[in-house]
């Protein structure tokens, strides 16, 4: 089955700061990559994701790529900011129609005033 | 606003008790899911449900088992609980449709002592 592979995980950038969380994947068949964020004691989060059919998608400070050659997706955070502080999750899927999501273990982004 | 809630928040359970997690969603969602979470690790999946009565085996079901008789209802059972199913379970739903983004709940913090 599908293995999602998060890259670091801890992070710690100061605030205005760019952070990079890195994602490789297993199964060529994904074609669906969201990211949660997860603040202390909470749940997840859907941030940002992007699908197969482009290779960048940006949504104000957040930035994916998708390189499906080397099965690696990432996501940027542009002038981060204390609020940025949680942990990050990738996640990988066949396809919104078959549903099943397999997790990255997470990073714990650290902003540092 | 959509939302995804469940019950109760925090639980413990002895050795040996049944446990019953109850997960609702106002999205009237097909597709429904738990998940485990554990530190320093991902989110594992449990059991999906694609709609009442139609569920099948995520990739940790041994221990558990669902029940979803309404679609806007998906209960998780620990059958005499384990202290290795300490774990925090989060329940998520997803509907049908390109654009669409899974839901996910606060979570349920289980000691099993």
């Known amino acids: 089955g599908e293995k999602v592979e998060q890259h670091e995980s801890t992070l710690s950038v100061r605030e205005g700061d760019s952070a990079v969380i890195n994602c490789t994947y297993t199964?060529?068949?994904?074609?669906?990559f969201p990211w949660y964020k997860q603040e202390a004691g909470k749940g997840l989060h859907f941030v940002i994701d992007?699908?197969?059919?482009?290779d960048r998608k940006q949504s104000q400070r957040l930035i994916v790529l998708l390189d499906k050659k080397a099965k690696r997706f990432s996501l940027h955070i542009t002038a981060t900011q204390p609020e940025d502080s949680a942990i990050y999750f990738c996640a990988a899927s066949r396809g919104t129609n078959t549903g099943k999501l397999t997790f990255g273990d997470g990073t714990v982004l650290t902003v540092k005033p | 606003d959509m939302k995804v809630t469940q019950m109760p928040r925090y639980l413990i359970k002895r050795m040996g008790e049944n446990v019953l997690l109850e997960c609702g969603q106002d999205m009237s969602h097909e597709t429904m899911y738990w998940y485990r979470q554990d530190p320093g690790l991902g989110l594992q999946l449990i059991y999906i449900s694609y709609d009442v009565d139609s569920n099948s085996e995520g990739d940790i079901p041994k221990g558990y088992r669902v029940s979803r008789k309404k679609r806007e209802h998906f209960s998780l059972i620990l059958d005499s609980a384990k202290t290795n199913q300490t774990s925090v379970y989060f329940c998520?739903?997803?509907?049908?449709?390109?654009?669409?983004?899974?839901?996910f709940g606060s979570g349920t913090r289980l000691l099993v002592i």
């Open positions: 992007i699908r197969s059919n482009v």
């Open positions: 998520a739903s997803r509907g049908t449709g390109g654009n669409s983004d899974y839901t």
């Open positions: 199964d060529t068949a994904s074609s669906y």
